[in-house]
């Protein structure tokens, strides 16, 4: 994931956008609208429109060009030479280390944090990642109806990183408090109250993670803060600032995407019935089914970069400097790069699907959500023999992180 927000101090008036998104109509044949509601709902019209009519197109409402083809996403993900992260403009005084560096400095420090989430690493927690999922569903059982985000989609990832980063079991609420206010700080547009929100839940994470600092400085522990701590001692490697950072970027970046993915994911078979019959049936497809639901409706939508330099792409010149934003979840439904695109099917085969990214800044935390996700969609499907949508969500307010704020389901248990 990458951070694209350009702050602003208020949202731009309605007549503003209006003026600006019909610009962007007569300019090309299709206007993308980054606060519609609507668009926020079902953004998958708009992203074929825009593959279809102008690929490379001029975003008016925060000055950016928007690529929509597969083929275009995938080659600036993966080129960071001329496609960089330095310099962009974010929420004033929040930094998320990794997401806006690029290298030497971005390789210094994921090599420090990715030790903490290499596939060997992740592994070790498989146990762990199923008792804390047991012990949710536990919490449910006898239940007929429930909200999946609030009983597993959300709490699974939340618990897993908050453990990771020291936080104590009394601190939970204040750490899922900031964590959803942080995930702000993704979005290209922000309001003067989004900005202090964020400043202010950044301020107090800082201030808490001070406190787990001394105490591993104190008491130096097996985990992932204890070798972070050490890594800033020894001066060169890691300043007390980067060290906050990189802990800031693991609350964001450890919860929100992988809340997102169990629960589009579960929204996505409740609504192909066949499909959720098909791994019911097939669970060896589980590994292959995660992926589909990645790539079918991804968590992250969108990624940001900067032009290094003047680059044409699709006959349109972009200039140095300018943003460049990658629409994941439009070339993740590429017809150039999938057969029958918009058809959910677990089986999928040669998936290369964008939602973690490519290059340097392929999601450092995969493998662990990668293992969440299929922990959490075997244990529903192993707890319940049925599965029904109670309710039709609606889909938070966002163009980055797409995800449903609550997923009622109805259930009826398995029969053990």
């Not at 090309?28 to 197109?57: I, N, W």
């Not at 009394?170 to 702000?184: H, Y």
Request: hydrophobic fraction near 45%.
């Amino acid at each position: 994931m990458s951070v694209i927000s350009r702050a602003v101090e208020s949202l731009v008036k309605p007549s503003v956008v209006r003026m600006l998104l019909a610009w962007e109509r007569r300019e090309s044949g299709v206007a993308y609208d980054l606060t519609s509601p609507a668009v926020h709902e079902d953004p998958y019209d708009t992203y074929r429109r825009l593959q279809e009519v102008d690929p490379v197109h001029r975003l008016r409402l925060v000055d950016a060009w928007v690529l929509s083809r597969h083929r275009d996403v995938a080659a600036v993900l993966r080129d960071h030479r001329r496609f960089g992260n330095s310099g962009r403009v974010l929420v004033e005084t929040v930094s998320l280390s990794l997401l806006n560096l690029d290298p030497p400095e971005h390789t210094r420090l994921r090599t420090l944090v990715s030790k903490a989430f290499t596939p060997r690493a992740v592994a070790k927690l498989r146990t762990h990642v199923e008792e804390v999922t047991a012990g949710l569903l536990d919490a449910v059982a006898g239940k007929e109806r429930f909200d999946l985000i609030a009983a597993l989609a959300y709490p699974l990832p939340v618990t897993v990183i908050a453990e990771m980063l020291g936080v104590r079991p009394r601190d939970m609420d204040r750490f899922e408090k900031w964590s959803r206010t942080l995930a702000l700080s993704v979005e290209p547009m922000l309001g003067r109250d989004q900005i202090q929100r964020v400043k202010a839940a950044a301020e107090e994470a800082y201030q808490y993670f001070e406190t787990i600092i001394a105490e591993r400085r104190r008491a130096p522990q097996d985990d992932l803060v204890t070798a972070l701590v050490a890594a800033e001692e020894e001066g060169d490697r890691l300043t007390h600032e980067e060290l906050l950072s990189v802990m800031l970027l693991i609350l964001v970046a450890g919860n929100d995407t992988t809340r997102n993915l169990i629960g589009n994911g579960m929204l996505a078979l409740l609504r192909n019935p066949g499909q959720l019959r098909r791994l019911r049936d097939q669970p060896e497809l589980l590994e292959s089914a995660v992926d589909e639901l990645l790539r079918y409706d991804s968590p992250i939508q969108l990624n940001g970069r900067l032009a290094l330099e003047d680059i044409e792409i699709g006959g349109k010149r972009i200039r140095a400097r300018q943003l460049v934003i990658s629409i994941i979840g439009a070339a993740n439904r590429d017809p150039e790069a999938f057969a029958d695109p918009d058809v959910l099917d677990i089986g999928r085969q040669d998936n290369n699907h964008l939602s973690f990214g490519r290059g340097i800044h392929y999601c450092i935390g995969a493998p662990l959500a990668l293992l969440e996700a299929r922990i959490a969609f075997a244990a529903l499907l192993d707890r319940f023999a049925t599965i029904r949508l109670a309710a039709e969500p609606r889909h938070r307010e966002s163009a980055v992180l797409r995800g449903v704020e609550h997923l009622w389901i109805e259930v009826e248990p398995s029969r053990r």
